[in-house]
């Protein structure tokens, strides 16, 4: 069952021009050094590390772009988005990748024998489901033992979430109400151990924002989140200090999954 969250996300997805087929995914061959490109660059290089000769399967592969990029690596790979749009576009676009199946498919309920998947990875999809314990168990029955996955998640106890659900935002679809500690719990539950994990975006980095808590959107204060010490952003320094972690937005964890 669904819930309005997830029901509104579907919709925006589903039919708005914020969320169109031929730009909703950018490449993983990062040639920019905005905040967003060094986050998808951090990303890329995680999901790279692994997938070599591996089944991978794309959780929310919007039109297919990331898994098409990965294809010349992969021994096969199958992507699953709830847009049928996207979907349609990602068939459309690479029906010449032989190793690449694209389906229409819930997260909960993906399509796919038992332990018939070596990496799993899905980016910016998981923080709009609510029901998050069942799609971790859908990720834990398909991977095989000791099968990784590679999962970018929300965090409802942030500036962005907050952000997100003004009135000036509403064309955007609209976060989960889970915390990272749900998340956390729920990874566990499905048998799921957590290799490493990564937070970012304590700021909200983007969208519209007026009245006491507009200076967090300030162009100074994204340009010092997006800057380079020690080979890391300060946002990435600063979302990962003790305290503040539970306060960030985006967490990039990889989980394996338990014998």
């Known amino acids: 069952m669904t819930t309005g969250i997830e029901q509104d996300a579907l919709r925006k997805y589903s039919k708005s021009e914020v969320y169109n087929e031929c730009t909703i995914t950018r490449s993983l061959e990062v040639s920019t050094s905005d905040w967003g490109s060094r986050l998808l660059a951090i990303?890329?290089?995680?999901?790279?590390?692994?997938?070599?000769g591996r089944r991978v399967l794309d959780i929310g592969c919007a039109n297919g772009r990331h898994l098409a990029e990965l294809a010349d690596s992969i021994a096969r790979g199958v992507g699953v988005d709830f847009a049928p749009r996207f979907i349609e576009a990602a068939k459309r676009d690479f029906a010449s990748l032989t190793n690449l199946s694209?389906?229409?498919?819930?997260?909960?309920?993906?399509?796919l024998e038992d332990a018939s998947v070596d990496i799993a990875y899905s980016?910016?999809?998981?923080?709009?489901?609510?029901?998050?314990?069942?799609?971790?168990?859908?990720?834990?029955?398909?991977?095989?033992?000791?099968?990784?996955?590679v999962l970018e998640l929300g965090n409802a106890n942030s500036l962005a979430t907050r952000i997100a659900r003004n009135p000036q935002n509403a064309h955007l679809a609209q976060h989960s109400k889970r915390v990272i500690g749900d998340h956390l719990?729920?990874?566990?539950?499905?048998g799921l151990g957590v290799k490493s994990h990564r937070a970012?975006?304590?700021?909200?980095?983007?969208?519209?924002?007026?009245?006491?808590?507009?200076?967090?959107?300030?162009?100074?204060?994204?340009?010092?989140?997006?800057?380079?010490v020690f080979g890391r952003m300060i946002d990435e320094w600063v979302s990962n200090l003790p305290g503040l972690k539970g306060l960030a937005f985006r967490h990039l964890i990889v989980v394996e999954k338990l014998d």
Not at 43 to 52: C, D, M, P
Not at 133 to 147: F, H
Request: aromatic share 10%.
């Open 43 to 52: 990303k890329a290089e995680t999901l790279r590390a692994r997938v070599r």
């Open 102 to 111: 694209f389906f229409v498919a819930d997260a909960r309920d993906i399509p």
């Open 123 to 149: 980016f910016a999809t998981l923080y709009y489901i609510d029901d998050i314990e069942n799609a971790y168990k859908e990720i834990a029955r398909l991977l095989v033992p000791g099968g990784v996955a």
């Open 185 to 190: 719990s729920a990874l566990s539950g499905a």
């Open 200 to 228: 970012f975006q304590i700021l909200p980095m983007w969208g519209s924002i007026s009245g006491l808590l507009s200076w967090t959107r300030h162009p100074l204060l994204d340009a010092l989140m997006n800057k380079m």
